[in-house]
């Protein structure tokens, strides 16, 4: 069974087999190096990591709780500004647990950078990033990743949980939209 191709996608650039391959292997990854680990917490940031976030945990093979967190950007320019604020916690403390902040995508890296800066300051075991995709061009703070899924262009991306909008979200693969709709 295949999606339709919606008229607002410009062009596929990650199709659902590419991603789900990186997926488990990003998975194995993690599962190997939390291997002698009782239990890891991967925190994900809402809304759009749910879909790689449920992937990625069937996938592992180490005891794991999940638990989301919400962020916000200041100001109309959005996450540009680089004023980033916590919107909704965590539901359990992440002090003393193995945490893995898992992110759809990084664009600036003020909001992974904000993350995981106050997530230090509660004093977890360990604190480690997992995030889908990257767009380097468009970094303006370095932030280190642990475990990258894909680095793509500086064009607006949708599906597998990114959106415009709060539309395409549902997609199984990973699309840029054309232009003309996120620019006007
Ligand atoms: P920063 O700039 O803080 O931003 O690294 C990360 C957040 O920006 C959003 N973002 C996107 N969302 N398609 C999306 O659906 C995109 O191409 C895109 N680029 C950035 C996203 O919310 C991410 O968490
Ligand atoms: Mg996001």
């Given amino acids: 069974m295949s999606v339709p191709v919606p008229n607002s996608v410009e062009q596929v650039l990650l199709d659902e087999e590419t991603i789900q391959q990186r997926v488990q292997a990003v998975a194995d990854q993690v599962s190997a190096d939390y ?3 009782e239990q890891i917490v991967l925190v994900g940031v809402l809304k759009g990591s ?3 976030l449920a992937d990625l ?5 180490v005891p794991h709780h999940v638990d989301f967190v919400a962020v916000s950007s200041y100001g109309a320019q959005g996450a540009a500004s680089g004023a980033v604020r916590l919107i909704m916690d965590t539901r359990a403390p992440i002090t003393g647990q193995h945490v893995i902040v898992v992110e759809d ?3 600036t890296g003020y909001t992974l950078d904000y993350l995981l800066r106050s997530f230090t300051a509660r004093q977890p075991a360990s604190l480690k990033s997992c995030v889908l995709l990257s767009k380097p061009e468009r970094r303006q703070v370095e932030v280190e990743v642990d475990y990258l899924g894909f680095e793509i262009p500086n064009v607006w991306v949708v599906g597998y949980g990114l959106d415009f909008a709060d539309r395409f979200r549902t997609l199984p693969y990973i699309a840029a939209l054309k232009p003309e709709v996120y620019q006007k």
């Fill in 105 to 107: 995508i990084m664009d």
């Fill in 50 to 52: 749910f879909i790689f």
């Fill in 35 to 37: 291997r002698d680990k």
């Fill in 57 to 61: 945990a069937r996938r592992l093979t």
